[in-house]
């Protein structure tokens, strides 16, 4: 266990700035997930902390140390890759062993904490084999378990689910954070895959263009993202965004959709007037009775059944397109007019101008999309 | 290949034993030209019906040729000799000094790397005619004319561009993040270089090694200016054949089939890491 600091790293090729006066503090055992888009600078990142590359400017600071000093094999840290990297001239043992024949272990108990991981990964019947002979699961397990092997106080995962199949995705999104909690380590987890970010994550700093846009805990980031751009990251289907002008009223702020008055409660008056794009995730409309209080005319344009949820992709009068989730098994149209009720509690709104965040939404939710 | 019918089978067979008679024949005529006499190559019309002999080889291993004019001494055993050890010495100090330059060009971009890269290819652009005259005066100066340390030394301008652009190539191939990972599992940089970016770019060095053998084995120029009977390679040697008794064909014959064979053996010998080697960089994984 171990703490990592970086303060106002620079990192540039040529001309190009890849990370951008970027600071981060990962506390003790702390799991931080790394989420952005490809080109954020992500990997990046990583490879300054692991001691690949040095930036430009900035300090890394490992358990209170600055780093820079130090080469990449006396930095105390266990890494994965995207692409597994693995040795291919050696067996999957010697590649796990090799943070290990590092150091002055004896061969029994170089032998020992090979297994010992290797159990844990479940690759134990495949320790003899080369890369070449292993599927793509055992590959990236092989790969986590030579990151894990040597016990490191300090773990960086680059995005080590990208390349396996969803089926294996699924069992390691949920197997990793158990084996990341035996381990103790402070971990810093690279992903593009927002559920993925949700799942590992004790926080998660969101990076795009080389700088950290927002970090938070996923339920923060979920609930208040910090601007248009985040709050698309993050949910699926996608968060819908409308543009809207807040106008006043005797009950307060509200909006109009399709003429029909959604109210913001508790929006501060001085938004009113003001271009404003109303952020509504997909499982907070709901479809409706046309006379029911609040229903907005729409037409049903698509269906998209998607395991556990049914999308439908509706019309507003306007032709503006809206994404409506509900559970799968729960009745709904699927073609021609219907009406939906948004509810203002779980709207978001933000400034179109900025894409910041004017007020998150009141109702928060858990990630799955339940209300809390 | 269920589908290949015997007719193409056939044809194809065919084709490819022309093409191996075309490219072998003269191989295989210089091979039967070995075990005759001077007077059964010169006949006419030529003739594969001989009564074999081995005194051309004979010759040449005793060291003595017998001509019309009189016994001649040849040292074409010492030649072969030196062929041997200029080669595997050239190559072996182009090895030790070229890959870990090959790694350096490949792994760490500095200020004129390209530069200094480039430059030392170049050594291959040049005529080794150009070179020639300047190299031995200033090699007389320095004492190092006739002596093999000389000869090794101007080898390398064959060997050294060759093993370092070939081999380099190979280690740009392997994946950084490999020997990253190694780094990190806690070796050393060299460590590193030993245990991951020599065996996996070892198909290369292996076939750039051969390739620059092949190169040193055929020299000629900078041998015959450089060097004085007794530290001569084969390439040179073989010009004792030519006699003021006339051109000894058989011997001549004799001398390139055994100087054919060590360059031959190694090839076939390394010929799977020479395919892996060479193909290698093409399918990148």
Known sequence: MTTLQLKNIVKRYKTNTVLDNLSLDVADGETLVLFGPSGAGKTVLLRLVAGVIDPEEGQILIGGEDVADIDAEHRGIGMAFQNFALFPHMSAFDNIASPLTATNATKDAISAGVHKVAKLLKIDHVLSHHPKALSNGQKQRTALARALAGSPPLLLLDDPLRNVDAKLRFEMRLELPRLLAAQGATVVYVTQDYKEAMALGDRIAVMSQGRIRQIGTPEDIYNAPADIEIARLFGDPTINLLDVTPKSGPDGVYVELSNVKVALPGMPSGVVGKPCVIGLRPETIAFTDASAPGAIPVTVEAETPLNEKTVTLVLTARGREILVSRPAGTPGPVSGPAHIAVSGQAAFLFDKESGGLIRSAATPMTCNGEAA | ?285
């Open chain 2, 1 to 285: 290949m269920e589908t290949t019918s015997t007719l193409e089978k056939t044809l194809r067979l065919i084709a490819l034993t022309l093409v191996v008679i075309f490219f072998m024949f003269p191989i295989f005529w210089i091979f039967l030209m070995s075990f005759q006499t001077n007077e059964t190559i010169l006949a006419i019309p030529p003739s594969v019906i001989f009564t074999p002999t081995l005194s051309n080889y004979a010759a040449l291993i005793t060291g003595k040729l017998t001509t019309a004019a009189g016994t001649l001494d040849i040292a074409f055993m010492r030649n072969l000799g030196n062929s041997i050890f200029l080669s595997v010495t050239s190559v072996a100090l182009a090895l030790v000094l070229g890959v870990p330059a090959a790694y350096a060009f490949a792994r760490h971009k500095f200020k004129g790397s390209e530069d200094i890269a480039f430059t030392l290819l170049s050594f291959r652009f040049a005529p080794p005619l150009l070179v020639l005259l300047p190299l031995t005066q200033y090699f007389q100066w320095l004492g190092l004319s006739d002596t093999y340390f000389g000869l090794i030394w101007v080898y390398q301008l064959i060997c050294l561009p060759l093993i370092l652009w070939i081999v380099r190539g190979y280690f740009e191939d392997i994946s950084a993040d490999v020997e990253y990972a190694y780094r990190i599992a806690g070796h050393s940089w060299f460590a590193t270089f030993r245990k991951i970016a020599l065996p996996l770019a070892g198909p290369g060095i292996a076939a750039a090694g051969l390739l620059a053998f092949i190169f040193a084995w055929n020299n000629f120029v900078f041998a015959l200016v450089l060097a004085s009977a007794d530290k001569q390679p084969v390439t040179v040697g073989a010009l004792a054949f030519v006699t003021s008794s006339g051109i000894q064909y058989g011997q001549i014959a004799s001398a390139i089939v055994l100087s054919v064979t060590p360059t031959l053996a190694l090839a076939l010998y390394a010929q799977r890491y020479l395919v892996e080697g060479l193909s290698l960089g093409a399918v990148k994984g």
